[in-house]
């Protein structure tokens, strides 16, 4: 297995390579096997991330979809409580993440003309970041949009699935805008 250095590149938190230490990536061994990170020394902090997904389709599936009149129900609040369960199993689903004290996730809709844009926010008290939680749960929504749907449009499409902003934790608070995390951020 080939193991970057920190030679090869340049720690940038615009560039997102903030998960770089001086002796590597973090969740990889000297030997290049992965490993799960030690957290035992890290601070306990209130830790937040928002995260988004968006899902494509046609006007008029989005137009049953904002009513609730598919066929399947009323797929916004499905989506909202798979999110919700999502980034709570999200160590069983993403080996390498710790188990963490969720005390509050969010799974909102921003319905327009040809998609539907999930936010989903959760939050920590404890020793590592919450942004695979919240990158879980906008997934798994967006994913619960599309089973929803599939039956109306096949074609719809998942994309845009990203970290918005997050905060809390040694390094500090980030946005993909650059503005304050928590304030509205566009993709």
């Known amino acids: 297995m080939d193991v970057v250095s920190d030679s090869q590149y340049t720690p940038d938190t615009a560039g997102g390579l903030t998960h770089l230490r001086q002796d590597g990536l973090t969740h990889l061994r000297p030997d290049g096997s992965a490993q799960m990170v030690d957290v035992s020394g890290k601070a306990v902090t209130t830790r937040e991330a928002t995260a988004t997904a968006t899902v494509r389709s046609t006007p008029e599936v989005l137009a049953l979809l904002g009513a609730g009149e598919l066929p399947k129900g009323d797929a916004l609040a499905v989506a909202r409580v798979a999110g ?11 080996p390498l ?57 096949k074609h719809a499409v998942i994309s845009g699935i990203q970290v918005l902003a997050k905060s809390g934790g040694k390094s500090g608070d980030w946005s993909l805008d650059g503005g304050t995390p928590g304030a509205e951020t566009t993709p």
Do not use: W
């Not at 919700?84 to 993403?94: F, G, R």
């Open 84 to 94: 919700i369960m999502a980034a709570k199993k999200t160590p069983e689903l993403i």
């Open 97 to 153: 993440c710790h188990p963490l004290p969720i005390s509050k996730v969010t799974v909102d809709f921003n319905l327009g003309s040809d998609s539907v844009q999930i936010r989903a926010t959760v939050k920590t008290r404890g020793v590592t970041g919450v942004e695979m939680e919240a990158l879980t749960a906008a997934s798994v929504a967006a994913l619960s949009v599309y089973d929803m749907i599939k039956a109306v449009d």
